[in-house]
């Protein structure tokens, strides 16, 4: 499975911004996007990477970061194999290089470790302006 993330640039504060995460392929095992809870994680310049947002593989279940909760909204749409992250009043340490993840481990449970999430975009860089 590979995904490409996009959707990034800059933005002043208070403003908006959609990431989109496309994934193609199969594993091995013949895994899809259908099969994947997937994440948006982040990365700020000298910091760890962070987890944002994560959906379950139906799409039923969301889980976020507080530093986000209210602000954005994490979707899919298993039809077109994307993911979204919808970010709204936005921050100046919303800052950061923006990853799209999939989990295909096939776990009941959505996971917000970074360490669960087997195939990774390449990231999508997201400027907030004060």
């Known amino acids: 499975v590979q995904l490409q993330a996009c959707g990034g640039g800059l933005v002043q504060a208070g403003g908006f911004l959609r990431l989109s995460c496309a994934a193609s392929g199969r594993t091995a095992s013949g895994r899809t996007f259908n099969s994947a809870h997937m994440g948006w994680f982040r990365q700020a310049p000298g910091k760890e990477r962070e987890f944002v947002a994560a959906?379950?593989?139906?799409?039923?279940?969301?889980y976020y970061a507080d530093s986000v909760k209210g602000r954005f909204t994490i979707s899919r749409d298993n039809a077109k194999n994307t993911v979204y992250l919808q970010m709204n009043m936005l921050k100046p340490e919303d800052m950061a290089v923006y990853y799209c993840?999939?989990?295909?481990?096939?776990?009941?449970?959505?996971?917000?470790?970074?360490?669960?999430?087997?195939?990774w975009g390449q990231g999508t860089l997201v400027t907030v302006s004060s």
């Open positions: 993840a999939a989990d295909l481990r096939l776990t009941i449970s959505t996971s917000r470790e970074l360490r669960d999430y087997d195939r």
């Open positions: 959906i379950s593989r139906s799409g039923g279940n969301t």
